[in-house]
């Protein structure tokens, strides 16, 4: 199972692209990674996941190195709202379920 | 959209009380799950559920039980509430499939006296 790891915290000025890094370097060849977000006092919300191609929604785009290893995510022009709490997943435990790690608290600026 | 939602939002009850918190979802997703979650923490996983009345524990199921009578319904039980269960309560769905794109609800914030 991979475990994953992240910045503590970051901060962006508001309309800026906000880059979340994410290390994962003990990830197989068949998990997926998975990025959700959690505003403060509302439950988790899920984002995006990739494999290994660079995936984009509307909510944000997923850069994954070619050998796994890292993934990177990016909010195109972060907004006040975007201040949240990022948690990047891609480690299961005993049951098959996803393992949340403490994220990355990215805090936007005006 | 996906709507998973939460009996409250905050609760607050005294040690030794059973406390009922109820979630239900309305996507007709097949699996269900309680978390609680705590300052440095993160999430971990209580209970979950993949089919009506099957449940399987968690990391931490010790002082919980749930029940899944309907499809659609996940009640976390805390037969005898302590201090140490004062967290915050968040519940989720998924549908069966090959990713793990969970739906939560709120969350419920819970004080225990």
């Known amino acids: 199972d991979a475990k994953t790891t992240q910045p503590t915290s970051m901060d962006c000025a508001e309309g800026r692209a906000a880059n979340l890094p994410c290390n994962h370097s003990?990830?197989?060849?068949?998990?997926?990674v998975y990025w959700y977000r959690q505003i403060h006092s509302q439950g988790p919300q899920y984002i995006i996941h990739?494999?290994?191609?660079?995936e984009t929604n509307e909510m944000a785009s997923l850069i994954i190195t070619e050998d796994r290893k890292s993934s990177t995510l990016i909010l195109p022009h972060a907004t006040l709202r975007d201040t949240a709490v990022y948690y990047c997943?891609?480690?299961?435990?005993?049951?098959?379920?996803?393992?949340w790690g403490a994220g990355t608290k990215l805090i936007i600026k005006p | 959209d996906v709507k998973v939602t939460q009996s409250s939002r905050y609760l607050v009850k005294r040690t030794g009380e059973k406390v009922f918190l109820e979630c239900v979802q309305d996507?007709?997703?097949?699996?269900m799950f309680w978390y609680r979650q705590d300052p440095g923490l993160g999430l971990r996983l209580i209970y979950f559920?993949?089919?009506?009345?099957?449940?399987e524990k968690g990391d931490i199921p010790e002082g919980y039980s749930v029940s899944r009578e309907k499809k659609e319904r996940f009640s976390l039980i805390l037969e005898s509430a302590s201090t140490n269960q004062t967290s915050m309560y968040l519940c989720?769905?998924?549908?069966?499939?090959?990713?793990?794109?969970?739906?939560f609800g709120p969350g419920t914030r819970l004080t225990v006296l």
């Open positions: 989720a769905s998924l549908t069966s499939g090959v990713f793990d794109t969970q739906y």
């Open positions: 996507m007709d997703h097949e699996n």
């Open positions: 559920s993949y089919d009506v009345k099957m449940k």
């Open positions: 003990t990830i197989s060849g068949n998990e997926y």
């Open positions: 990739g494999l290994k191609n660079n």
């Open positions: 997943i891609a480690e299961r435990d005993s049951n098959y379920q996803l393992i």
